[in-house]
C-alpha cells in the first residue's frame, strides 16, 4: 500500500495569513498518462469531508481559488494564500493511482 | 447536484454483520463514469477506504485487504443505491461510515453525511 506522510499535524494561523501543508507519498504518484493522483480534502467540524483539489492541483467545484495545490512525484503542498475563519479543520491527502486509495493523518488547522 | 443519503442501524454486538445503504440522487448507480465506495473514519485509524463498485459494461468490485473476507458492496439499480455488508464486526470496527462518489479523475467528490456505527456487548 501506498503510505502518505503528512507535516505538520497542527498548524495554527491568523487569519489572513498564509498557510501551507505537506503530503508525501511512499511511491511517485505519476501515472503513465501524464496525471499525478493526489487529492486534497477538508473536514470542517462535525461534518463529512470535501474535496478541494484533484489531480495534485485542479480546485474541485465551488472552491475558492485562494486554495492551490501543486507538486509532482511524491511530494506535494497545499497552499492557502490567506486563511479565513472558514477555513479551519482539518486537511487530508489522499493518493488516487491505486487500491486500496490511503490517506495522510490529517492536518489540523486552527485560527490563531 | 449528487447528493447520497445514508441509512442503517447503529449499534451492533460482536460477531453481528453491519449493514448500511447509501440512496443515490442526481446520478445513477449504473452511471459509467461513476465509482461508488465506502469509507470510514476512526480515531484509531484515521480516514480508511474499504472498498467500491462500479460499472463499466459490467460490475467490478475491490475492496482493501483488510476487510476483503468480510466486506460486500452491492449496487441495487432498482432502487439506485448500493449498500455495505460487513460481517463478523468487533470494536474495531466502530467507525464513522460514510459512502463516497468518486468521479473519474475528479476526486471523491460527493460523500454521504457519515452513519456512526458502534459495536459493543
Known amino acids: 500500500d501506498i503510505v502518505m506522510t503528512q507535516s505538520p499535524l497542527s498548524l495554527p494561523v491568523s487569519p489572513g495569513e498564509p498557510a501551507s501543508i505537506s503530503c508525501r507519498s511512499s511511491q511517485s504518484l505519476l501515472y503513465s498518462n501524464g496525471h499525478t493522483y493526489l487529492d486534497w480534502y477538508l473536514q470542517r467540524p462535525g461534518q463529512s469531508p470535501q474535496l478541494l483539489i484533484y489531480?495534485?492541483?485542479s480546485r474541485a467545484s465551488g472552491v475558492p481559488d485562494r486554495f492551490s495545490g501543486s507538486g509532482s512525484g511524491t511530494e506535494f503542498t497545499l497552499k492557502i494564500s490567506r486563511v479565513e475563519a472558514e477555513d479551519v479543520g482539518v486537511y487530508y491527502c489522499?493518493?488516487?493511482?491505486?487500491?486500496?486509495?490511503?490517506f495522510g493523518q490529517g492536518t489540523k488547522l486552527e485560527i490563531k | 447536484q449528487v447528493q447520497l443519503q445514508q441509512s442503517g442501524p447503529g449499534l451492533l454486538k460482536p460477531s453481528q454483520t453491519l449493514s448500511l445503504t447509501c440512496a443515490i440522487s442526481?446520478?445513477?448507480?449504473?452511471?459509467?463514469?461513476?465509482?461508488w465506495n465506502w469509507v470510514r473514519q476512526s480515531p484509531s485509524r484515521g480516514l480508511e477506504w474499504l472498498g467500491r463498485t462500479y460499472y463499466r459494461s459490467k460490475w467490478y468490485y475491490d475492496s482493501a485487504v483488510s476487510v476483503k473476507s468480510r466486506i460486500t458492496i452491492n449496487p441495487d439499480t432498482s432502487k439506485n443505491q448500493f449498500s455495505l455488508q460487513l460481517k463478523s464486526v468487533s470494536p474495531e470496527d466502530t467507525a464513522m461510515y460514510y459512502c463516497?462518489?468518486?468521479?473519474?479523475?475528479?476526486?471523491?467528490?460527493?460523500w454521504g453525511q457519515g452513519s456512526l456505527v458502534s459495536v459493543s456487548s
Open positions: 489522499m493518493q488516487a493511482l491505486q487500491t486500496p486509495r490511503t
Open positions: 442526481g446520478d445513477s448507480v449504473s452511471s459509467n463514469s461513476a465509482v
Open positions: 489531480l495534485g492541483s
Open positions: 463516497v462518489r468518486g468521479s473519474g479523475n475528479s476526486g471523491f467528490d460527493f
